[in-house]
């Protein structure tokens, strides 16, 4: 079972910039995908970007493409999500989840695993 640890959330103003990280340990596997999700106030939890572990496609979700990165570094079995450009309504708690079958980024948020503590993105002057 992998353990995964989200980090890099924090107070930022509108248009600036945050990184955020999933450190992961104790892979048992090799083809997966890891997504992020974020739950705002008062709404339901959604994808925001997700990577492939084997081919390293991406996905985004419609809101932050062209704001949002997200990159890899396998050495280090972690995942970012560079947030640029941010505004309030990306005020949210963001997680990262592993998916259970495949790596493609193809899925529903039902195919990704559980979800952990999050980290706090508050977008506000």
């Known amino acids: 079972q992998v353990q995964l640890v989200e980090s890099g959330g924090g107070l930022v103003q509108p248009g600036g910039s945050l990184r955020l990280s999933c450190a992961a340990s104790?892979?048992?596997?090799?083809?997966?995908?890891t997504g992020w999700f974020r739950q705002a106030p008062g709404k339901a939890r959604e994808g925001v970007a997700c990577?492939?572990?084997?081919?390293?496609?991406?996905r985004y979700e419609d809101s932050v493409k062209g704001r949002f990165t997200i990159s890899r570094d396998n050495a280090k079995n972690t995942v970012y999500l560079q947030m640029n450009s941010l505004k309030p309504e990306d005020t949210a708690v963001y997680y990262c989840?592993?998916?259970?079958?495949?790596?493609?980024?193809?899925?529903?948020?039902?195919?990704?695993?559980?979800w952990g503590q999050g980290t706090q993105v508050t977008v506000s002057s």
């Open positions: 989840r592993v998916s259970l079958y495949g790596s493609s980024c193809l899925q529903t948020l039902e195919d990704f695993g559980p």
């Open positions: 104790a892979f048992t596997k090799d083809d997966y995908a």
């Open positions: 990577i492939s572990s084997t081919d390293g496609s991406t």
